[in-house]
């Protein structure tokens, strides 16, 4: 069965950090990609970041440059999003997904985990 379960969100004030992670199982994880969703309150989903089984990224936002990094542990078989300097803008459940190797360029995925809250104080 395939599994992503995300966690690690949290409260924090604006400029403070948090990392999370995403626990996979039931799928080959060297042969794909795994990116990290978020949706703000009222606000449709969006892709954050993405990594591929060559272990390379791509911001799917703008706003998360310099910001948020993407990270893997084949052996852990799990993804990690490192978020530092949070905005509020930031608040948001934030959901990991996995695609095929060329998910990342796709922007197409099959698997969803359930999410996990990130809230951002000013």
């Known amino acids: 069965d395939v599994q992503l379960q995300a966690s690690g969100g949290g409260l924090v004030q604006a400029g403070g950090s948090l990392r999370l992670s995403c626990v996979t199982s039931?799928?080959?994880?060297?042969?794909?990609?795994i990116a990290w969703f978020r949706q703000a309150p009222g606000k449709e989903r969006e892709g954050v970041l993405c990594i591929s089984s060559a272990n390379s990224s791509t911001y799917f936002a703008d706003s998360v440059k310099g910001r948020f990094t993407i990270s893997s542990d084949n052996a852990k078989r799990t993804v990690y999003l490192q978020m530092n300097s949070l905005k509020p803008e930031d608040t948001a459940v934030y959901y990991c997904?996995?695609?095929?190797?060329?998910?990342?360029?796709?922007?197409?995925?099959?698997?969803w985990g359930q999410g996990t809250l990130v809230t951002v104080s000013s």
């Open positions: 997904a996995a695609s095929g190797p060329s998910g990342c360029f796709i922007k197409k995925f099959n698997y």
């Open positions: 039931g799928f080959l994880f060297d042969h794909y990609a």
